[in-house]
């Protein structure tokens, strides 16, 4: 399926459920002499969104992705350190917008002893979106370099792994055999 169907089959549902939300808020009003005070209907999204946010805020907290504190009547919250690398993969995952000096390159060299740590780098590369041009070499279109280097040094992994940044001034048969391949199977 291709992306702008894919895309615009997430409109439709989004709307669909947009629908069905605001009928559930007016059941009661299935006759045309039935009226729904907007104010009342603002302040009913307002309370679905807050209840929502408390629900969301403590997923993140069970996670110990992040920390509360409370002051009085206000909530204060930080992120911790699982919640920084959690919030730097995900700016990696769905950057969108093109690397401004042409591609962004990953080379490591991570010693056998740490061959975990490889495997997961590996693994993350490719959830990710980068292309494999050799075992340790790996390459994206996207401009992630400030969340990786960051994730990289929070993760104390930048003394093996190298960021590169430029312009492709070859490319081998190969690339266009791994484009065609990767298109067929997302």
């Known amino acids: ?14 709307i669909k459920d947009g629908l069905l939300d605001l009928a559930e808020q007016f059941v009661f009003a299935f006759s045309h002499h039935n009226y729904m005070d907007f104010m009342e209907y603002k ?16 997923e993140l907290k069970h996670r110990k992705w992040i920390e509360t504190k409370t002051m009085g009547e206000r909530i204060l919250g930080r992120l911790t350190e699982q919640g920084w690398q959690q919030a730097l993969r ?13 591609v962004c390159i ?6 056998e002893k740490e061959r975990f740590v490889r495997n997961a ?7 990710w979106g980068f292309q494999k041009l050799q075992h340790s ?3 994206t279109e996207r401009d992630i370099i400030k969340p990786m280097m960051l994730l990289l040094q929070r993760r104390g992994l930048d003394k093996w792994i190298r960021i590169i940044q430029g312009s492709l ?7 266009h055999i791994r484009a065609h391949t990767s298109r067929i199977h997302k």
């Open 1 to 14: 399926m291709s992306k702008d169907k894919t895309d615009l089959k997430k409109k439709a549902y989004l």
């Open 43 to 58: 302040d009913m999204q307002h309370r679905k969104i807050a209840k929502e946010n408390q629900k969301w805020l403590r």
């Open 90 to 102: 995900h700016k990696i995952r769905t950057e969108t917008n093109k690397c401004k000096n042409g």
């Open 106 to 111: 990953v080379i490591f060299d991570i010693p």
């Open 121 to 127: 780098l590996r693994k993350f590369l490719k959830e």
């Open 137 to 139: 070499v790996w390459m």
């Open 169 to 175: 001034l070859t490319s081998s048969s190969l690339d």
